[in-house]
């Protein structure tokens, strides 16, 4: 993502819900999916496939919640420690999902952004995640960000390396270093951080996703496996946040 003007953080133009002041930014665990194939009988790869299935209706449900950024958490750098049936069949469909899809969330307006690192990636599926990035950059209806071979601890150690490379190069200045810079070097550079997290099928964890970034978010942890989730949940969630006091370490009266 280079280059990128900052984000913008003004609420999505079309929300529809009146008077709701919901998360403009949501951030999803996307967990479940084997234990919810397993509960048919049927292979951990089935529920995947049920879960990329997901992914759309919730897309196409935000402008209508004011969510202008939703970012999804689909491989992790940990996943690699799956079987190696599980993982190709992951990278499959990921392949197939950019393909099918490229064409509609472009239609729909929806700017779409991977992070992660891409080095360890097979390169046919790095040449479609960019050309997803290329087609549709000039999109801002909703901002798809896909998390793929990302662990917030990687992305802080790589962020680190270029930081510590600036520093060697005398672009950057030790002293100079603060809040402000990290953020500049991460995946998630040109994103706000995530106003919600939201991890679904019971688990209380963040499991290594955004940890710099969600510092402040408010969190929604849900029994509901990912391939049910559904619109009207993610409406439900975005209300009840609506209705929390974020205080960012301020008192308020
Ligand atoms: C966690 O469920 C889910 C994953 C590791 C993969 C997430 C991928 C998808 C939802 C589908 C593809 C997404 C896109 C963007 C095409 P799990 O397998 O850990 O479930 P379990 O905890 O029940 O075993």
Do not use: G, K
């Given at each position: 993502m280079p280059n990128e003007p900052a984000h913008d953080l003004s609420p999505s133009q079309e929300t529809a819900v009146p008077g709701f002041a919901g998360p403009g930014h949501v951030a999803i665990i996307m967990d479940g999916n084997g234990r919810w194939a397993k509960a048919r009988g049927r292979p951990r790869l089935f529920g995947h496939h049920a879960g990329a299935q997901r992914v759309r209706e919730v897309v196409e449900c935000c402008p209508r919640l004011g969510i202008k950024y939703l970012t999804i958490f689909a491989f992790s750098t940990e996943n690699w420690k799956r079987t190696q049936v599980e993982v190709a069949g992951l990278m499959s469909l990921f392949r197939r999902y950019i393909a099918k899809e490229l064409r509609e969330l472009d239609a729909e307006q929806v700017r779409v952004r991977f992070i992660g690192d891409r080095v360890r990636l097979d390169q046919k599926l790095v040449k479609l995640m960019d050309e997803m990035e290329e087609v549709t950059r000039n999109n801002d209806r909703v901002h798809l960000t896909i998390a793929l071979n990302y662990g917030a601890r990687d992305e802080v150690a790589r962020a680190t390396r270029r930081l510590a490379q600036d520093v060697a190069d005398g672009v950057l200045l030790p002293e100079h270093v603060d809040e402000e810079t990290l953020p500049r070097y991460?995946?998630?550079?040109?994103l706000p951080d995530p106003d919600l997290v939201i991890r679904t099928s019971g688990e209380a964890r963040i499991s290594n996703f955004l940890l710099w970034q969600s510092a402040y978010s408010e969190y929604e942890f849900i029994d509901t496996l990912w391939p049910d989730f559904t619109a009207a949940e993610l409406e439900r969630l975005c209300r009840s946040y609506g209705a929390r006091d974020r205080r960012f370490g301020a008192v308020t009266t």
């Open positions: 991460l995946d998630t550079r040109v």
